[in-house]
């Protein structure tokens, strides 16, 4: 298996009020929530780049499509890192995440590895690391 994937899937509880946060809040562009028509269908893709496809799912319909119980939201079973070219993007994009409906876990601070970061909750409460490391800095 290469180490690469193709789709990120997050399971949400409200995906009207997850896509409105993406779409509206944080201007990611998007075709809508499609699938309506179908039972368990229904879904909300964000073109990343280099590829990659970011989507928001029903939680219950990810439980369903898996076939595993659902199980209780938990905000540490993973985060999302994004890595930011300019060490002051890391502050405006908590900013911008705030104003949309999410929640600043842990302001914009010096880290222990020598960059900067800090930590969002969306409305469902995934953790995004916006980050800025001199190490790291993304292409593109």
Request: aromatic share 14%; glycine share 12%; hydrophobic share 40%.
């Amino acid at each position: 298996m290469d180490r690469r994937f193709a789709v990120l899937t997050l399971g949400v509880d409200d995906l009207e009020g997850a896509y409105k946060f993406y779409h509206d809040g944080l201007g990611w562009p998007s075709k809508g929530i499609v699938g309506k028509e179908f039972e368990h269908g229904d879904v909300a893709f964000f073109d990343m780049k280099n590829g990659v496809m970011f989507a928001l799912y029903a939680r219950t319909n990810l439980a369903w499509d898996a076939n595993v119980p659902q199980g209780d939201r938990s905000s540490t079973e993973f985060s999302i890192g994004y890595n930011v070219r300019e060490k002051e993007e890391v502050d405006s994009i908590l900013k911008q995440a705030e104003q949309a409906g999410g929640k600043i876990v842990k302001p914009g601070q010096n880290a222990f590895w020598g960059g900067y970061h800090g930590y969002f909750a969306d409305p469902d409460g995934h953790l995004w690391e916006i980050l800025w490391s001199p190490q790291l800095v993304p292409g593109d």
